[in-house]
C-alpha cells in the first residue's frame, strides 16, 4: 500500500495537483483500503497507458498532416513546371521548328511510356540536425541514383517517440529498384526518420489531408477528456492521501509493537562515524580545475572547496610569470583550436599528449586570456614594447637621444595610462626597475592569497565547530603599498630588518607615515604573543572537552548480550580512547612551528613569481634581439630565413612549451603548498553511485 500512495504521489507531482489537508475523518479498514488503493492504481495505470497511445497517434497524425502538406508542394510545383514545359513543346510544334530546336527534344516528351522507368518515392521527417549527415549517406549508399528534396518545418514537431520538441525536415526521396529502396528503409531507421504513406494524385493528397484533419480534431477532443477525467480522480486521490498515509504508517507501528519486533517497520537509522562521499557538480570548463584540486587530495565532506576560487588564481599566477601578450596570442590561437574542434576530437583516440592539452583546453584559454593582461601591463610583445595607450611619458635630454641608455630621459609628460612606460625597455634603469616592481607584486599577490587561504580556514573551523589561529602576515605589503602612493624613497629592507633587531630606534629617513614606529611595535607585541596563544590553549581547551564527554562514562552497568552486539555493530570500536596530553600538545607544537615558519617562507616562495617573469622576458628578448634583429642585420635573405625559422623554433620550443610547463608546474606548487595548506585538508574520497556492473567488475578481478 506504501507503494501504491508513492506511485499516486509521483502521478500528482507530474499533474501539478497538490495533496489537501481534510477536515472530515472518514473510517476506513486497512482491508477495504487496501482493495480501494488497488482499484484506483489499476484505473490510473490504464489511463496513462491510454493517455500514451492517444498522444502517441496524435503525434503521428501531426507529422502525417505536415508531410502531406509539404510533400504536396513539390509535387505541385513538377506538375505544373511538366505543364508549362508541354504546352511551350506544343506551341513550337504549331509555329514550326527552327534551326535552334533539340534534335532529340520529339523523342524526350513524346517518347515510347513502356520504354519510361518507373519511379518509386518515400516521404517523411528527418531531425533538422541530422538532415545533412542523411542526405550525405543516402548519396553515398545509392551512389548518386537517388533524387532528395527536403524542406523545413517552420515549429518545433513532438516526436512520436521520445515525446520531445525536435525540428525537423520534411523529405520526399525519388529511387530505382527494390535495392536502393532497401537501403533507404534502413538509413531512414538508422537517422530516426518516420515515414508516411503518400498518394501521387493531387485529389487523393486533398482527400488524406481533409481526413488527417478530421481524426486530428477527434483525437485532440479524446485527448483532452481523458485528461480531465484523470485530474478529477488525482484530485479525488489529493483529498485522502494525507488520511491514508497516516493509516498506513499506523497500522505499520501497531503492528511492529503486537508482534514485538526488534527492528522498525518503516525505516531503522544505522549509526556510523564513516565520513560521506563528496561530490561536486562541475561542467567541461570547471572540470579541468576541479581535477587540478582533485590531485591533491579530495575535499572531505562539506569542506570548503579551492577549485571556486581555482578558476581565477591559478590562470592569473600563471600569467604573472608568462606576461607577454605575444605569446598570449599563440596560447589562444591554440585553446581555440582545441574549443572549436572539441566535438570531433573528443570522439577520436589521442596521444596522451594531446589528450593531456585537450583535456585541459579552458585552462589554457583562461591562461591566455590572463597572460594577454599581464602582457600590456607589462608591455611586452615578443619582448618588444608598443605605445598602445599613449605617448611615452618621457624624453630625451638632446634631439640626437645618444645618451638616451647612459644617462637617462627626463619626465615631459603625464603618467603612461597602464602598465609599463615603453621607454624603459632598452634603457640601463630597465633591469632594477623592473626587478624593484616584479619582486614587490609578487610579494603582494601571495600575501593576499596566503590571507585568503586563513580566511577559508576560518570558515571551515566554523562550520566544522573546530577551533582556529588567525595570523595576518601583511605589514610589509602595507609599507610596499605606501611607498607606492607616496613616492618615498625609504628603504623597506632596512625597515624590515630593525623592526626585530631595534624596534625602539628612530627611523628617520626610512619613515613612510605619521605613527610607524608605534604601530611596528604593537605589531611586534602581537606576533610575541601570537606564538604562545597558538601553543597553548588548544592542547588544554581538548583535554577539557574529553574529560566532559567521556567523564560521566566511568561506572555504568553492564549492557546485556543482545544489547553489547547491537552497540558494537552500530558503533565504532574506537569510539573511546583515551586522551594523550603530551601526543597532542607536540602535535600542537609541530603546527605552531610550521605556521611561524611557513608565514616567512611561503612568502618567499611566491618570489618565484618575480624570477619567472623575469627570465621569460629576458629569454625572450634574447632570441628577438641576438637571433631576428643580428640576422636582419647582415642584409642576406639566407641569412634572414634561417634567423626566422631559427627564432620561430626557440620561441615555439622554448617559450611556448617549456616555458608554459614551467611555470604552470610553478603556479601549480604555489595552489597546492602555499595556498591550499592553510585551510585545505583533502582527506575525504569521490562519490561513484552504486552499481551492479562495477560490482560484477570487481567480482572479475578478484
Given at each position: 500500500?506504501a507503494?501504491k500512495l ?9 499533474a ?9 475523518q ?15 492504481e ?22 502525417y498532416?505536415l ?6 508542394e513539390?509535387?505541385?510545383?513538377a506538375?505544373?513546371g511538366?505543364?508549362?514545359?508541354q504546352?511551350?513543346?506544343e ?7 527552327s ?11 513524346s517518347g ?10 518515400l ?25 532528395l528534396?527536403q ?7 513532438t516526436?512520436p517517440?521520445s515525446?520531445?520538441?525536435?525540428e ?8 530505382a ?5 532497401a537501403?533507404i528503409l ?21 482527400q488524406?489531408i481533409?481526413?488527417?484533419?478530421g481524426?486530428?480534431s477527434e ?6 477528456t ?18 491514508w498515509?497516516?493509516?498506513i ?14 527492528v522498525?517497520?518503516i525505516?531503522?537509522?544505522l ?14 570548463f ?9 590531485s ?12 571556486v ?6 590562470p ?8 607577454d601578450?605575444g605569446?598570449?596570442?599563440c ?7 582545441f574549443?572549436?574542434?572539441e ?54 635630454r ?17 603618467t603612461?595610462?597602464f602598465?609599463?612606460?615603453?621607454v ?25 592569497q ?33 611607498k ?7 628603504d623597506?629592507y ?6 626585530f633587531?631595534s ?7 626610512n ?10 611595535l604593537?605589531l611586534l ?8 596563544w ?5 592542547p ?7 574529560e566532559?564527554r567521556?567523564?560521566?562514562?566511568s561506572y ?5 548480550t ?10 565504532d ?6 586522551f ?16 611561524v ?5 611561503n612568502?618567499?616562495?611566491?618570489l ?9 622576458s629576458?629569454?625572450?628578448s634574447v632570441?628577438?634581439?641576438?637571433v ?7 642584409n ?11 627564432f ?17 608546474l610553478?603556479a ?5 603548498v ?14 561513484f ?10 567480482d572479475?578481478?578478484?
Amino acid at each position: 500500500m506504501a507503494r501504491k500512495l508513492r506511485f499516486f504521489k509521483e502521478q500528482m507531482l507530474k499533474a501539478g495537483v497538490s495533496p489537501k489537508l481534510s477536515t472530515t475523518q472518514v473510517d476506513v479498514n486497512i482491508d477495504n483500503l487496501e482493495v480501494k488503493l488497488s482499484e484506483i492504481e489499476s484505473e490510473l495505470t490504464e489511463m496513462n497507458a491510454n493517455g500514451e497511445k492517444l498522444q502517441r497517434s496524435y503525434n503521428e497524425l501531426v507529422e502525417y498532416k505536415l508531410v502531406l502538406q509539404k510533400a504536396g508542394e513539390f509535387f505541385h510545383s513538377a506538375q505544373s513546371g511538366a505543364i508549362e514545359q508541354q504546352r511551350e513543346y506544343e506551341s513550337r510544334l504549331l509555329s514550326g521548328e527552327s534551326m535552334e530546336t533539340p534534335l532529340l527534344q520529339d523523342q524526350e516528351l513524346s517518347g515510347d511510356s513502356s520504354k519510361q522507368i518507373k519511379l518509386g518515392f518515400l516521404a517523411g521527417l528527418v531531425p533538422r540536425e541530422k538532415s545533412m549527415t542523411f542526405e550525405r549517406i543516402l548519396f553515398r549508399a545509392t551512389r548518386g541514383n537517388v533524387f532528395l528534396r527536403q524542406t523545413a518545418v517552420e515549429d518545433p514537431v513532438t516526436d512520436p517517440v521520445s515525446g520531445e520538441k525536435t525540428e525537423k525536415n520534411v523529405f520526399v526521396v525519388f529511387y530505382a529498384g527494390e535495392k536502393v529502396k532497401a537501403k533507404i528503409l534502413k538509413i531512414c531507421d538508422a537517422f530516426s526518420a518516420n515515414r508516411y504513406p503518400f498518394a501521387e494524385e493531387l485529389g487523393k493528397q486533398a482527400q488524406m489531408i481533409t481526413e488527417a484533419s478530421g481524426k486530428i480534431s477527434e483525437l485532440k477532443t479524446t485527448i483532452d477528456t481523458g485528461l480531465q477525467h484523470r485530474v478529477n480522480l488525482l484530485d479525488t486521490i489529493g483529498v485522502q492521501f494525507e488520511q491514508w498515509n497516516l493509516l498506513i504508517q499506523d497500522a505499520l507501528q501497531r503492528a511492529a509493537v503486537d508482534s514485538n519486533s526488534q527492528v522498525s517497520a518503516i525505516f531503522q537509522v544505522l549509526h556510523t562515524k564513516e565520513m560521506p562521499p563528496t561530490y561536486f557538480r562541475t561542467n567541461k570548463f570547471t572540470s579541468s580545475y576541479q581535477g587540478i584540486i582533485d590531485s591533491y587530495g579530495v575535499a572531505k565532506y562539506q569542506e570548503a572547496n579551492p577549485t571556486v576560487y581555482t578558476v581565477v588564481t591559478f590562470p592569473f599566477l600563471f600569467a604573472v610569470m608568462f606576461g607577454d601578450w605575444g605569446h598570449g596570442i599563440c596560447l589562444l590561437l591554440a585553446a581555440l583550436y582545441f574549443i572549436i574542434r572539441e566535438r570531433k576530437l573528443s570522439s577520436q583516440k589521442l596521444d596522451d599528449i594531446t589528450e593531456m592539452t585537450f583535456g585541459g583546453r579552458y585552462v589554457i584559454l583562461l591562461m591566455s586570456l590572463f597572460s594577454i593582461y599581464t602582457g600590456l601591463i607589462y608591455n611586452e610583445f615578443f619582448s618588444v614594447p608598443f605605445e598602445l595607450f599613449g605617448p611615452s611619458a618621457y624624453e630625451c635630454r638632446d634631439l640626437a637621444c645618444s645618451e638616451a641608455t647612459t644617462i637617462g630621459l627626463i619626465k615631459a609628460r603625464r603618467t603612461y595610462p597602464f602598465g609599463v612606460d615603453p621607454v624603459w625597455h632598452g634603457t640601463r634603469s630597465e633591469l632594477p626597475f623592473l626587478n624593484s616592481l616584479k619582486m614587490k607584486m609578487s610579494i603582494l599577490l601571495g600575501v593576499a592569497q596566503m590571507n585568503l587561504g586563513i580566511i577559508m580556514s576560518f570558515f571551515n573551523a566554523i562550520f566544522f565547530r573546530n577551533s582556529v589561529n588567525i595570523c595576518l602576515f601583511g605589514y610589509l605589503s602595507l609599507l610596499i603599498i605606501v611607498k607606492w602612493c607616496t613616492g618615498s624613497q625609504a628603504d623597506l629592507y632596512h625597515v624590515m630588518i630593525y623592526m626585530f633587531l631595534s624596534p625602539t630606534d628612530d627611523l628617520g629617513e626610512n619613515e613612510l607615515f605619521a605613527g610607524q614606529k608605534n604601530l611596528q611595535l604593537v605589531l611586534l607585541l602581537l606576533a610575541v604573543v601570537a606564538v604562545p596563544w597558538m601553543l597553548l590553549p588548544k592542547p588544554f581547551i581538548l583535554k577539557k572537552q574529553h574529560e566532559a564527554r567521556h567523564g560521566a562514562e566511568s561506572y555504568a552497568p553492564l549492557p546485556s548480550t543482545e544489547e553489547s552486539l547491537q552497540v558494537e555493530s552500530n558503533h565504532d570500536s574506537h569510539g573511546h580512547e583515551e586522551f594523550e596530553f603530551s601526543e597532542i600538545f607536540v602535535h600542537q607544537l609541530i603546527h605552531t612551528i610550521e605556521f611561524v615558519l611557513g608565514a616567512v617562507s611561503n612568502t618567499a616562495s611566491y618570489l618565484r613569481l618575480w624570477a619567472l617573469s623575469l627570465a621569460h622576458s629576458e629569454l625572450s628578448s634574447v632570441f628577438y634581439e641576438k637571433v631576428l634583429l643580428l640576422a636582419w642585420g647582415y642584409n642576406n635573405v639566407i641569412i634572414l630565413i634561417v634567423g626566422i625559422l631559427v627564432f620561430i623554433f626557440a620561441t615555439v620550443g622554448v617559450l611556448l612549451v617549456m616555458e608554459t610547463l614551467s611555470a604552470f608546474l610553478h603556479a601549480l606548487r604555489l595552489h597546492w603548498v602555499e595556498f591550499q595548506n592553510k585551510f585545505y585538508e583533502g582527506d575525504g574520497y569521490k562519490f561513484f553511485p552504486f552499481s551492479f556492473s562495477l560490482l560484477d567488475e570487481e567480482d572479475e578481478v578478484l
